[in-house]
């Protein structure tokens, strides 16, 4: 049972030009989401998050937007940059029993690759 | 960065060979995960650790086993490596700051023969 899915294993941007990244959830009740980037032979990189009392969070040229009644988060990033190329993973925090232990269930992926 | 370390980097072995990676952690986090990462299926959690001595199942444990001794070490064992066990392995850490922020190691490169 996938709970969190992203359902575009590939997107290819120009430099520049805005990079939205899709992810999808089941459980409504996760009430974290987080974004990961990961390059080639490194671990997973903490991105972005936002809490399900929130619609929108920015840092820099990274937006993060939560549409709970879509069950839909979204990643953005403006302007898009060669170096942002890499696997993007979104997360939430799993719970069980009344508590999590921080488990995270993440999604798939989306390689990302920006052309200069 | 945070201080996460994982031994071996790459390992080549043999189906049936019993294997332990090891992760290090010099945070002083009391949370510990082990994942495993395969193409179409991002990461899945192996097992997790939430003190010393206190471990629990992910949604992939079969076929493996966890150890914690000690604070900074979390040992990971295929008891009787298979081919399906030909993964990048990758341990994280988390103090559960408010985000759930984990911190990753830079992962092992398993493959089974």
């Known amino acids: 049972d996938q709970q969190v899915k992203q359902n575009s294993p590939s997107l290819s941007v120009q430099e520049g030009r805005i990079s939205i990244l899709n992810c999808d959830y089941t459980?409504?009740?996760?009430?974290?989401f987080l974004w990961y980037k990961k390059y080639p032979a490194e671990g997973p990189t903490f991105l972005i998050s936002?809490?399900?009392?929130?619609d929108k969070n920015e840092d820099g040229r990274f937006t993060v937007f939560l549409n709970k009644s879509a069950k839909h988060l979204s990643l953005h990033i403006v302007p898009s940059q060669p170096g942002d190329s890499a696997v993007y993973f979104c997360?939430?925090?799993?719970?069980?029993?009344?508590?999590?232990?921080?488990?995270?269930?993440f999604g798939q992926g989306t390689i990302l690759t920006v052309h200069p | 960065d945070a201080g996460i370390t994982q031994s071996p980097r790459h390992k080549v072995t043999e189906t049936g060979t019993p294997v332990t990676l090891r992760c290090h952690q010099t945070?002083?986090?009391?949370?510990m995960y082990w994942y495993r990462q395969d193409p179409g299926h991002g990461l899945r959690l192996i097992h997790y650790?939430?003190?010393?001595?206190?471990?629990d199942k992910g949604e992939v444990s079969d076929g493996y086993s966890v150890s914690r001794s000690k604070t900074e070490d979390f040992l990971l064992t295929l008891e009787s490596a298979t081919s399906s066990q030909t993964s990048v392995y990758f341990c994280?850490?988390?103090?559960?700051?408010?985000?759930?922020?984990?911190?990753f190691g830079p992962g092992t490169r398993l493959t089974v023969t």
């Open positions: 994280a850490i988390s103090d559960l700051g408010l985000a759930y922020e984990q911190y």
């Open positions: 459980n409504s009740m996760f009430d974290y």
């Open positions: 936002i809490s399900s009392i929130k």
């Open positions: 997360a939430a925090p799993s719970w069980a029993g009344g508590t999590s232990y921080g488990k995270l269930t």
């Open positions: 945070e002083n986090h009391r949370y």
């Open positions: 650790s939430y003190g010393v001595k206190d471990t």
